[in-house]
């Protein structure tokens, strides 16, 4: 088979993309607990190349990437009993999804609803997931309380652009975003109630202290914590995806009844109860994704290179094996 590899070890800890190449490998067999699914469809997320500055000193090499993973199941280990069908994922550790195979537990594998494609399903589980976590931890559970405003910094990335929808699906009744000007009509479109352009205007200077009940931070800049926590209510949440991003001890003394909370969704979310509801909020209208570019394997470094400029709408989509009608399930 194909797949994508981090070649070798990188000595200063950086990710590189040169590094990255394409290359034949052999298909791998599931064990105990584990299906191998043909690939069809996943996506660059930012974290990513995070993961290899992170991990990558303690892998061998090559060493297959990607998470996320649309496809159909070609086998199962032993002790498999839940599935036989369809089904979107993200893995716990790299699972190597930019392959034409992989093999990832069952325990994380969710049926894909027919209502989406493949490159659907394959561009939406982990900031599906990491909106859902950080919500329903905000939300106390799963669901905002009555008149609850979410503020949501980037809405039309691909973490954003699931979190205005998946706070509007959670019963938030005012959904504030931050995008460029450019972006208005499109997060518009997916929910937001109030639209800041973060070229113009502050939203800290926009909005007014203490009006914000939730902040769901998709963009990580550092200090982000510190302006953001003047505006949120008492006892309310702020929610980041990068660790950086959380406020100072200095804020955090002087509001103490905010919640603070960064996420890790790299493996802590997935969880095929979690990608089931995520499913039912696609199956019920309420939630889908907007694919910006689509590359094929081939392109993986392309693919790499635009999700790494940090300005596209929604997901760099991969599109892995493209003939659907092969599908008989």
């Known amino acids: 088979m194909r797949a994508a590899v981090v070649v070798n070890r990188s000595w200063d800890f950086k990710f590189h993309l040169e590094k ?7 298909i791998p067999s599931p064990g105990r ?3 191998l699914v043909r690939v069809y469809a996943s996506n660059i997320n930012p974290v990513d190349h995070k993961i290899v500055e992170l991990a990558g ?8 990437l990607g998470y996320d993973v649309a496809g159909v199941v070609q086998s199962v280990g032993v002790g498999c009993t839940r599935l036989k069908a369809t089904s979107l994922m993200e893995a716990p550790t790299t699972a190597g999804t930019y392959a034409q195979y ?23 589980p982990m900031v599906a997931l990491t909106g859902l ?3 329903t931890w905000a939300a106390g559970g799963s669901q905002f309380g009555k008149n609850a405003t979410v503020l949501v910094l980037g809405g039309s990335g691909g973490t954003g652009h699931m979190g205005i929808q998946l706070a509007k699906a959670m019963g938030a009744s ?8 450019t972006h208005v009509d499109f997060v518009r479109q997916l929910g937001a109630d109030q639209v800041i352009d973060y070229h113009k205007q502050n939203y800290y200077d926009v909005l007014l202290p203490e009006s914000v009940d939730v902040v769901y931070d998709c963009v990580g800049l550092n200090g982000t914590g510190d302006h953001a926590f003047n505006i949120i209510k008492k006892h309310g949440s702020f929610v980041t995806l990068l660790q950086g991003a959380k406020a ?63 300005h596209t709408t929604g997901k760099v989509a991969l599109q892995i094996l493209g003939n659907e009608s092969e599908i008989l399930v």
Not at 174 to 181: G, V
Not at 294 to 302: A, P, Q, R, S, Y
């Open 248 to 310: 100072s001890i200095s804020t955090r003394l002087q509001r103490p009844d905010v919640h603070e909370y960064a996420p890790n969704c790299v493996g802590t979310c997935s969880q095929h109860q979690r990608i089931d509801t995520v499913a039912s909020f696609v199956k019920e209208g309420k939630l889908t994704v907007h694919i910006d570019q689509v590359f094929g394997l081939e392109d993986i470094v392309k693919a790499f290179n635009q999700s790494l400029a940090g």
């Open 33 to 35: 607990g584990e299906v």
């Open 57 to 64: 000193w303690s892998w061998t090499y090559p060493h297959k």
């Open 133 to 135: 976590e950080s919500l």
């Open 174 to 181: 005012w959904i504030i975003t931050t995008c460029s000007e």
């Open 20 to 26: 990255i190449a394409v290359m034949d490998l052999e």
């Open 102 to 124: 992989a093999v990832v537990s069952e325990s994380i594998l969710g049926v894909k609803p027919e209502s989406i494609s493949m490159l659907e399903a394959g561009a939406m």
